[in-house]
């Protein structure tokens, strides 16, 4: 009887043991390009019915690439990037396997209802000749994301070399030096009034900014991407922005899906495959197809929205994609010659506290932002025209440097950035203010893209209020960035850049990327 | 329940004789060896088209029964007869996507024992219906009695190399110029196969040397207009289905593919034909050319694998499951549902590949 209950007991105790980890499913990770935020919630289910921890990291879809052509890798099990292309560019050591396409979405040209009336561009077939025309006009600016760390940018920029090359079946080598193309091109992006990393945070910008009483004429951004903003807008009563698909072919993101092996077992890599067969199975299609996602072959599509031109069932004619080393020199020369110059001023943390590490690290980051060769390797080199401010400050600003982006010049900044030494307070504010005098007295700054960037570890004295109302009334609007660094107190940073439509980044981990990224966002 | 002594030793003679005499039959047998433990692993190279056939379990079953198993690695048709780094791992079979790669092989030295040709699936194209319908009116498709579509490729690729737009091809939905896909030749068997295919369609004859010089720049033309060109068949078949029409008008690809890619999921290829969106639609050029798939025989044992592939039951499981042909060019089983009457028993007009001598120069050509 004794050892009857002492084996019943045995029983129970290995049952409920099995019970903690039966079904217990892996952690897997995903890094995606911001645009599936909207899909997260779907892939979650999935986790959750596996009791799978599942984590999702943001990030643009290039640099999604250079972490897979880099010698460290991904860390995560999955990539999601908008499209293909660029694993197949950068995936040079073929980590990824099982690269699935989940929805396909085309590039787009969105315009606010209003003004592409204005355009008389309703109800018709409006092509990049159309667009070109409105932006030389000056009747016509938009938001984009940056082609060199951003698919939806790049996306749009291949559409608009495509449509300047003629009628010509592709993008060949050979075709970017003429001069023609180029200057087609240049002009286009001339219309650029805002850019960004990240095709999500251009999106939020449009709809903050309309809350805020500013309206910004279009923005070129995913159909399925225009569809969640424009339900936005509603929602704030707001005007649509009409679709725009250029009649001579848009780039599509085919959202592929596709394992990176980690060597961490079967169960991960059964997971990941399982995680697929869900994607498509007919009722998660359906859930993904109402976000504006096209899945060709499912029969599934979000019903047409008249009203602003959206109807994921037409057809669009999307570009042909060049060879892999033609959108290399494309995306070099992007960088190098033809998006709209920049003008960036950057407030750098010299206080007391910088001392030691923190300034190491600064001007470690300052040397790979200033050197052509090492920044070109991540396609965020200055251009010539571009106009670069650097302004060293602790309880004042110091005394503000200013060169092109030539190389010399820049070669000039980095040398006195060098020479700068620790020191005394932290005011942020009056850095800023300084860097916005600097930018207003630069001619022709329409012509530019501007941004502050403070780069700071500390806590500031706190003039937001004061400065806040002179940048209000001060013209252009600057946005302010901002880099935190060691324990710095993100809630000024944050403030400013809220109140200027801008953007904090992380440098903690590494202040050169933070610095790499900032840069797609002007 | 006793035994006695002498019905216990006739039993045991009993069993002894039947035992011998079953050893003796299934010795003969080739598909019953699995019985008798006498397993044989070999290693070898596959192309990636044929894959899911040797993973499939009735296939591993089947092998297995006559004491095989098949430890495949997928390697490009070329790279597999050519890349010392592959065959420095002592392959005991070879089996590419092309008869060419024999010689190839056998140009660079590898001591072939025995080959012979166990699958065929020819190139076709795939595009979508309304495509074909604008092409029908255009008339570079023909449809045939059975309701199989034809394709002009000679004309399709003249109208291509003249900048010719969809719309003066009949297809007005699409905008631009006219264009088909294929995979890269440098790395891919299909892409490879339709460089060749499209070398003597522009020369008018098998290709030779002298049509290389003559027509290898228009050949080239037609590739570089292709723009980034996918390194498999499998993913370039993928990227066709998820682009739909607008995204991937035409591509190349094996016949084969489509006919797996149906058996798959057959409830979701109803889906799609009971659906209102575009249909896929295979093109079969006319001519065309074969891939065929030669197995190559290194290591004397692999030639078990040759006789095992080449049984009826192997065939019919290659067609009835994976749609690829026999030797012959035929089908070796029976196509039920939906996919009867799909595909044409024979393909009438088929042109060899140019040889080794006009190929690999074209490659180079090709990968410039």
Known sequence: MKRTAAFAFGLLALVSLAGCNFGKGPDFSIVSGSENTVIQPIVEEFCKQKNATCIFKYEGTLDIGLALQSEAGVGEDAVWPASSVWVDMFDTRRRVKGLTSIAQTPVVLGVRKSKAEALGWIGKQVFMKDILAAVQSGSLKFLMTSATQSNSGASAYLAMLSSALGNKPVIEPGDLGDANVQKTVKALLSGVERSSGSSGWLADLYVDSARRGTLYDAMWNYEAVLKETNDKLAGIQQEPLYAIYPADGVAVADSPLGFVDHGRGAEVQTFFNDLLVYLRTPDIQKRIAATGRRIPLADVSAPPEPLWNFDPGKLVTAIRMPEPQVIREALTLYQAALRKPSLTALCLDFSGSMSGDGVTQLKNAMRFLLTPAEASRVLVQWSPADRIVVIPFNSAPRRPMEASGDPLEQEGLLNAVLNEQPGGGTNMYACADLAMQQIARMPDVANYLPAIVIMTDGRSDDNSLFFLNRWNAAKPRVPIFGITFGDADKTQLDGLAKATSARVFDGGADLAAAFRTVRGYN | ?368
Not at chain 2, 123 to 150: C, E, F, R
């Open chain 2, 1 to 368: 329940m006793a035994i006695s002594r002498r019905a216990f030793g006739v039993g045991l003679l009993a069993t002894g004789a039947v035992g011998t005499g079953g050893y003796l039959v299934v010795k003969d047998r080739p598909e019953l060896q699995g019985l008798l433990g006498n397993r044989l692993n070999l290693f070898g190279f596959i192309g990636g088209e044929k894959e899911s056939f040797l993973a499939d379990p009735d296939v591993v079953r089947a092998l297995g029964s006559r004491g095989l198993t098949i430890q495949s690695r997928v390697a490009g048709s070329v790279e597999m007869v050519r890349e010392q780094a592959l065959l420095s791992q002592k392959p005991q079979f070879l089996w590419p996507s092309s008869s060419i790669m024999v010689d190839i092989a056998r140009q660079n030295g590898i001591k072939i024992r025995d080959d012979r040709v166990v699958l065929n699936t020819p190139i076709v194209v795939y595009s979508w219906q309304p495509v074909a319908d604008g092409l029908m009116q255009a008339g570079l498709v023909t449809k045939t009695a059975a309701g199989h579509h034809q394709l002009d490729l000679k004309a399709l690729l003249d109208a291509i190399l003249a900048g010719t737009d969809w719309s003066k091809l009949g297809v007005n939905m699409l905008y631009g110029r006219s264009r088909i896909v294929s995979t890269d030749p440098n790395r891919s068997n299909s892409g490879f196969m339709f460089a060749g295919l499209a070398l003597s369609l522009l020369s008018g004859n098998l290709a030779t040397p002298e049509a290389l010089a003559e027509f290898g720049p228009k050949t080239q033309s037609i590739f570089r207009n292709m723009g980034f060109k996918s390194p498999s068949s499998g993913k370039l078949f993928e990227q066709y289905l998820a682009g739909g029409i607008g995204g991937e008008p035409m591509i190349v690809g094996y016949e084969n593919q489509l006919v797996e890619w149906i058996l798959a999921d057959r409830a979701r290829w109803e889906r799609i034909m009971s659906g209102s969106g575009a249909k896929p639609v295979m093109l079969y050029p006319r001519p065309t050319v074969y891939s065929s798939h030669p197995l190559i025989v290194i290591d004397e044992q692999s030639q078990r694998l040759m006789d095992a592939l080449t049984t009826s039951a192997l065939q019919q499981l290659a067609w009835e499951k994976h749609g690829f042909r026999g030797p012959l060019g035929t089908p070796t089983g029976n196509l039920d549902g939906s996919l009867a009457g799909m595909l044409p028993p024979d393909i009438d007009a088929v042109l060899p590949m140019p040889d080794a001598g006009v190929m690999l120069p074209l490659l180079g050509l090709l990968a410039r």
